[in-house]
C-alpha cells in the first residue's frame, strides 16, 4: 500500500467573498450554507493536531471576511501547527496585517492573475489589483513572508513574463502558479481556458520565466496541473534544484493533502468537486473516521498497485509514464469529463501528438449546474495540427502574443534561458527516457 502521510490542510473557512472572479472554482460570494461555528472550527482544529496535521492554509472564499478568523489563525498557531492563507488581498489594512501578525500567521500568498486591466476584468472588481499590491506593502511592513499565486489562462498568460517582472519587484518570496480549469464560474466562462495544444506555445515562456525567477531567488512552485514529462519537468517541478527525481509523482489528494469546506466537508483535496470526493462531514464523523474509513480519501492508496492505474482511459491509459503520472491532476481530468484518470492538459501528451500530425481541442459537452465546485462535461476533438483558428475563438494563445519586457529580450540575445542554453531542452535529457526520470531503467 502507498505511504500515507497527511500533513498539510487547506481549510476554505468561509464562502463569503469581496470579489467575483470569473474563474472562482467554488463561485464564492455569499456565505456558505450551514458554515461551522466557533466552536465547531475550534474543535476541527484539535483534531487536526491530533490526527498530525503540522501546517494549515485558511482560504476562502475571502477568510478575513470570517469574524472570527483570528481566533481561528490563534487556535491553529497555539496547536504547533503552522498557519498560513491565501487571499484576493482586497481591503486589507497595514493594521490588519498587523493583527495577522500577531494571531501568528506565518505566511501569506496574495492571488495576482495579471496586469492590472486583466486582473480587474478576471476578479470582477475594479481595484482588486492595486489592493492586492497594497496588501503585499502592508505584509512585508509587518514582517510576514509573501508569496503569490497566479492563474494561467487566455487573458493572463501573454502578460506572464511582466507579471512576475511585479511581483518581483513587490518582494514575493515564492510564486505559485496554476492552470485554469473549467470547474464553478471557469466551467461558465470556458473560453478563457487554453486548449491542449496551446501548451506547446506556453511551456517554453514559463520555462525561460521560471529560469529567470530561480536566478532572482524566487522560488517557483508548479501547481498540480503544470507539467507533466515534458522537456521542462526537472525545471518545473525542482523549485531550483537539480535533483534528477524532481518530477511529477500522481495525485497527492488523501495521501499528503486534505481539503476543508466552510460547512465541515471533508476532501482529500481542496479543488476536488464537492459532490464526488466528500468523503463525510465533520458534523457527523471525526476527522480521523473520515480520513481512515472513507473511499473518496482512500481512492490513491493503490497508486504503487495494478489499482495505480485502473481508472485510466484515454491518452492516459496508453502512456509510457502511466504508472508513475497516473493521470495527472485528479481534480483536472474531472472538471473537464466529469471523471478522472484522462488529462488533457499534459505537456507530454501534446508533444506526442503534434510530432504526429495532430492536436486536441476541448469544446464544452454538458453544463455546470451553478453549485460550488460543480463540473460540466467537455468533449475532444482530434484535428490536424494545422488547423486554422476558429472563427469564434478570438482569445487564442500564441507564442506572438506573448508581452516580452526589454530584459527578457535582452537575457535571449545573451542566451540566457534559452533553448541554446539546454535548461529544458531535449538535449538536456529532462523527461526523456535517456535520463532515467520516469523510465523503467
Not at 499534459?346 to 476541448?362: D, F, K
Request: proline share 4%.
Amino acid at each position: 500500500m502507498t505511504y500515507r502521510r497527511i500533513s498539510y490542510a487547506v481549510w476554505e473557512i468561509t464562502l463569503k467573498c469581496n470579489l467575483a472572479c470569473q474563474h472562482c472554482g467554488s463561485r464564492a460570494g455569499h456565505t456558505r450554507a450551514k458554515e461551522l461555528s466557533t466552536e465547531e472550527a475550534l474543535d476541527l482544529v484539535r483534531q487536526m493536531a491530533e490526527v498530525g496535521i503540522t501546517e494549515v492554509t485558511l482560504i476562502g472564499g475571502e477568510a478575513f471576511l470570517r469574524p472570527d478568523w483570528l481566533e481561528i489563525a490563534k487556535a491553529i498557531t497555539d496547536a504547533g501547527m503552522v498557519c498560513g492563507m491565501t487571499t484576493g488581498g482586497f481591503g486589507i489594512s497595514l493594521e490588519t496585517a498587523r493583527r495577522m501578525k500577531e494571531a501568528g500567521i506565518r505566511v501569506v500568498s496574495v492571488s495576482v492573475d495579471g496586469l492590472e486591466a486583466t486582473h480587474d476584468r478576471l476578479r470582477g472588481r475594479k481595484g482588486s489589483w492595486q489592493w492586492a499590491f497594497k496588501t503585499m506593502s502592508h505584509l512585508q511592513e509587518v514582517g510576514i513572508p509573501f508569496g503569490c499565486n497566479t492563474q494561467i489562462n487566455r487573458l493572463s498568460a501573454p502578460e506572464f513574463p511582466q507579471i512576475y517582472q511585479l511581483l518581483r519587484d513587490a518582494g514575493i518570496f515564492a510564486w505559485q502558479i496554476q492552470l485554469t480549469v473549467p470547474m464553478g464560474n471557469a466551467a461558465d466562462n470556458y473560453d478563457i481556458l487554453l486548449q491542449p495544444y496551446e501548451l506547446l506555445d506556453l511551456y517554453p515562456m514559463i520555462a525561460r520565466v521560471v529560469e529567470r525567477a530561480y536566478s532572482e531567488g524566487v522560488k517557483v512552485q508548479a501547481g498540480n496541473n503544470v507539467g507533466y514529462y515534458g522537456p521542462y519537468e526537472r525545471l518545473l517541478r525542482g523549485k531550483g534544484d537539480t535533483n534528477p527525481w524532481t518530477f511529477w509523482q500522481g495525485c497527492q489528494a488523501g495521501l499528503s493533502t486534505l481539503g476543508i469546506e466552510a460547512d465541515g466537508a471533508i476532501k482529500g483535496c481542496p479543488s476536488l468537486p464537492t459532490s464526488a470526493y466528500t468523503g463525510g462531514n465533520i458534523r457527523d464523523h471525526s476527522l480521523r473516521t473520515i480520513i481512515e474509513e472513507t473511499e473518496e480519501l482512500r481512492f490513491n492508496l493503490g497508486a504503487d498497485t495494478p489499482k495505480g492505474t485502473s481508472h485510466l482511459w484515454g491518452f492516459c491509459k496508453t502512456c509510457e509514464f502511466a504508472e508513475l503520472c497516473r493521470g495527472g491532476c485528479s481534480w483536472t481530468a474531472h472538471v473537464f469529463f466529469d471523471r478522472r484518470g484522462n488529462n488533457p492538459y499534459c505537456h507530454h501528451r501534446a508533444l506526442t501528438q503534434a510530432s504526429q500530425g495532430i492536436r486536441e481541442r476541448v469544446v464544452p459537452k454538458v453544463k455546470a449546474q451553478g453549485l460550488p465546485f460543480d463540473n460540466g462535461e467537455f468533449e475532444i476533438i482530434e484535428e490536424p495540427i494545422n488547423t486554422p483558428w476558429p472563427n469564434n475563438d478570438p482569445l487564442h494563445f500564441s507564442a506572438d502574443r506573448i508581452q516580452w519586457s526589454g530584459d527578457f529580450l535582452r537575457s535571449r540575445e545573451q542566451g540566457v534561458g534559452s533553448r541554446e542554453s539546454g535548461v529544458g531542452s531535449r538535449e538536456s535529457g529532462v523527461g526523456s527516457r535517456e535520463s532515467g526520470v520516469g523510465s523503467r531503467e
